[in-house]
T-cell receptor
Framework: AQSVTQLGSHVSVSEGALVLLRCNYS??????LFWYVQYPNQGLQLLLK??????LVKGINGFEAEFKKSETSFHLTKPSAHMSDAAEYFC??????????FGKGTRLSVIA | NAGVTQTPKFQVLKTGQSMTLQCAQD?????MSWYRQDPGMGLRLIHY???????DQGEVPNGYNVSRSTTEDFPLRLLSAAPSQTSVYFC?????????????FGEGSRLTVL
């Protein structure tokens, strides 16, 4: 069975600092991997998606993630945090015909 | 373009009452799903459907029923509400029949069971 582990339920960074949100997956077959963002009182929206075309995936709002098969990781990064990045971030995985499985989420706080 | 529409946005029920959360999408997506979101638990899949007439259980299906009579609609029924079903419910759809495409989410339905 697939699973997704997000390390750290809450991450706090200063404005302008590097954002790093960690995600590890387990899958017996090559996975599809996603990062979603949820702003307060809203649904989730897609940040980026990995589908095996390229290991470094660029998304919206300056975010990117790198697929590392040897580490079973798909960490999300952004070089410089903005106040508007404060939100909850979810890593998710699926493979073949299996439904999307989400991690428990990481809440990002950005300090001025 | 409305996308995924959920109704109602808020609902308070008493234990034992029944209700239906409505979900409609206008993107002609084959795949639709229901998740519940609880603090510290992320999103957990309740039921999903890969097309009209086809539904399947997810991780936490107990206490919920679904049906898919049309491509557009995927209602979630609570037959006898329990306090453990207090949660925020999200409907999501995808163009990919297996759910491997991007999921488009509704804005959520916040349910409180007293």
């Amino acid at each position: 069975a697939q699973s997704v582990t997000q390390l750290g339920s809450h991450v706090s960074v200063s404005e302008g600092a590097l954002v790093l949100l960690r995600c590890n997956y387990s899958s017996s077959v090559p996975p599809y991997l996603f990062w979603y963002v949820q702003y307060p009182n809203q649904g989730l929206q897609l940040l980026l998606k990995y589908t095996s075309a390229a290991t470094l995936v660029k998304g919206i709002n300056g975010f990117e993630a790198e697929f590392k098969k040897s580490e079973t990781s798909f960490h999300l990064t952004k070089p410089s945090a903005h106040m508007s990045d404060a939100a909850e971030y979810f890593c998710a995985s699926c493979s073949g015909n299996t439904p999307l499985v989400f991690g428990k989420g990481t809440r990002l706080s950005v300090i001025a | 373009n409305a996308g995924v529409t959920q109704t109602p946005k808020f609902q308070v029920l008493k234990t034992g009452q029944s209700m239906t959360l409505q979900c409609a999408q206008d993107m002609n997506h084959e795949y639709m799903s229901w998740y519940r979101q609880d603090p510290g638990m992320g999103l957990r899949l309740i039921h999903y459907s890969v097309g009209a007439g086809i539904t399947d259980q997810g991780e936490v299906p107990n206490g919920y029923n679904v049906s898919r009579s049309t491509t557009e609609d995927f209602p979630l029924r609570l037959l006898s509400a329990a306090p453990s079903q207090t949660s925020v419910y999200f409907c999501a759809s995808s163009y990919s029949g297996s759910g491997t495409g991007e999921l488009f989410f509704g804005e959520g339905s916040r349910l409180t069971v007293l």
